[in-house]
């Protein structure tokens, strides 16, 4: 069993739809939780960062950690065409070293 | 730079080569990261460096794996006598020093024919 789990997809929206993304985990040692975002041939972008649990809004994006699941959600709304790439969680214990999901590819239908 | 500048973008070597990969982090960051992701898996873990820090090497897969860092800088991560299973994008990433703060490279896609 991997230690971080993430349905590949691909998962396909119409412009405006909530996207929702999620990981599972088993480390119960995580404590930093990462939402990425990876355009083709492009390395991965830093979304959002939640240390905990709870949950962190940012514009049209928020991330939700619920450890006593050890779950983890991504949320877009009104998504947009240029939301169309790979989504990648990612975790950490030590605050150096991540543990990534497979990702999502997710694509928006304009 | 204002990125993290990684050389070549793009290798196709022969099995039982050497081949050299280059990460020039972001100037000031002290912490360097080397993953590894293959097609339809995550980013894998391989090296990190902190410093002048013994570097965390747990995650190099094999003994054909090597990566120095000069001058607390720039990086190169070696893989000798390649194999087809090497093949992979090799991405770095540098951070002042918390996970959150990584900022990766675009990486080096290498394909061992």
């Known amino acids: 069993q991997k230690e971080v789990e993430q349905d590949p997809g691909p998962l396909s929206v119409p412009e405006g739809a909530i996207v929702s993304l999620n990981c599972t985990y088993s480390n119960s040692a995580f404590q930093y939780f990462m939402w990425y975002r990876q355009y083709s041939r492009k390395g991965p972008e830093l979304l959002m960062y939640?240390?905990?649990?709870g949950n962190k809004e940012d514009g049209r994006f928020t991330a939700q950690v619920d450890k006593s699941s050890k779950y983890i959600s991504l949320f877009i709304r009104d998504s947009q065409p240029s939301d169309s790439a790979t989504y990648l969680c990612?975790?950490?214990?030590?605050?150096?070293?991540?543990?990534f999901g497979a990702g999502t590819t997710v694509t928006v239908r304009a | 730079g204002a990125g993290v500048s990684q050389s070549p973008s793009n290798k196709v070597t022969e099995k039982g080569k050497d081949v050299e990969l280059r990460c020039d982090p972001i100037?000031?960051?002290?912490?360097l990261y080397w993953y590894r992701q293959s097609l339809g898996q995550g980013l894998e873990f391989l090296i990190y460096?902190?410093?002048?820090?013994?570097?965390?090497k747990s995650g190099l897969p094999s003994d054909r794996f090597s990566a120095e860092r000069t001058g607390g800088s720039v990086s190169t991560l070696t893989i000798q006598r390649t194999q087809q299973e090497d093949s992979a994008v090799y991405l770095c990433?540098?951070?002042?020093?918390?996970?959150?703060?990584?900022?990766f490279g675009s990486g080096t896609r290498l394909t061992v024919v």
């Open positions: 990433a540098s951070s002042r020093g918390q996970a959150y703060g990584y900022t």
């Open positions: 100037s000031g960051h002290t912490a």
């Open positions: 460096f902190q410093g002048n820090s013994a570097p965390d």
């Open positions: 939640t240390y905990s649990s």
């Open positions: 990612a975790m950490s214990a030590n605050d150096y070293k991540l543990s």
